[in-house]
């Protein structure tokens, strides 16, 4: 039976409930819980997010300065150092491949650059690239240690004319926001007409999340607030303005481990998490690819024609 949610704004203390992001529907039925956290489907355009979910005054508190230097850049920061452009040049290879689309490559936004290591390797590329990033400590560290352009402020108040750029990209992020469409619009917006969008996230509908089951780590209400398959993902594009989406499934530097990821779970030592790891190991090799083909691959990579 769907959930009627009659009123839209503060439930406990450091808690909120909020309509569909994608249709602004308020009827609900229960996904699962993690954490003491429900997370529900939307019973008008089946958009799954998290209601009632923390305010942006409690998961701020996640996004410390501690956190950006203890664990978020070690996890990201090249072999070597952030100096390491050859890494960066075959990391980012593919994604900047599609933004470019076989032209010169132009004007590039990117909307949550983190600590800049794709925008700097943009910026190799050719590309006159500036970024967005709301994190003081990742600007800085991209302005001061990487020399890129980041600008802390919301896509939505970004200093730009309509159409400025050819290129915007979004990696990881659209499952944090608060208003993920009002991004993509702002993405848009953004755009001239013909510019291309390219974004990714993790895939609801991945074989990882039925095998791992409700301990499937990409489930942590804490910092994800929204769920994409590429049906939900293709909706909220299209409602945002863009003329046309289309999911590339076959990424070169998604190997088996990427599309299977046995270690991404809460419960790594449980029974699922240790046959799937085995599974993958001996078998992924031979079947990544037929994965991905099925659309089951742990990340969708979406790309929008403005």
């Known amino acids: 039976m769907a959930e009627s949610l009659d009123i839209i704004g503060m439930t406990d203390a450091g808690l909120e409930i909020v309509p569909c992001a994608l249709c602004g529907g308020t009827e609900t039925t229960p996904y699962c819980v993690k954490f003491g956290y429900p997370i529900v489907r939307c019973s008008r355009c089946d958009l799954v997010y998290c209601n009632p979910r923390l305010t942006s005054e409690e998961t701020d508190k996640r996004y410390s300065p501690e956190y950006f230097w203890r664990e978020y850049l070690p996890s990201v920061l090249p072999p070597g150092g952030a100096d390491n452009g050859e890494f960066l040049d075959f990391r980012f290879k593919a994604p900047l491949e599609l933004l470019a689309n076989g032209r010169r490559p132009g004007r590039l936004i990117e909307i949550g650059t983190g600590a800049g290591f794709f925008l700097k390797a943009a910026a190799r590329a050719g590309f006159d690239a500036h970024g967005l990033e709301l994190s003081p400590e990742a600007c800085d560290y991209a302005r001061n240690t990487l020399g890129l352009r980041v600008m802390q402020t919301l896509a939505e108040e970004m200093p730009f004319e309509p159409g400025h750029f050819d290129a915007a990209a979004m990696f990881e992020v659209i499952e944090h926001l608060r208003d993920p469409l009002r991004v993509v619009r702002a993405a848009r917006q953004a755009l001239k007409p013909g510019g291309r969008f390219v974004v990714s996230t993790p895939n609801l509908g991945a074989l990882s999340r039925h095998v791992l089951g409700d301990e499937w780590a990409v489930l942590s209400p804490g910092e994800h607030l929204y769920y994409f398959t590429e049906t939900t993902l293709r909706a909220m594009l299209l409602k945002a303005g863009f003329r046309s989406v289309r999911f590339v ?33 001996a078998a992924g090799r031979g079947i990544y690819r037929g994965v991905q083909s099925l659309g089951l691959a742990d990340g969708l990579l979406a790309v929008a024609e403005a």
């Open 249 to 281: 499934r076959h990424y070169g530097p998604w190997l088996h481990h990427e599309t299977m990821n046995a270690r991404y779970t809460h419960a790594p030592d449980g029974w699922r998490a240790r046959t799937y790891y085995r599974f993958v190991d």
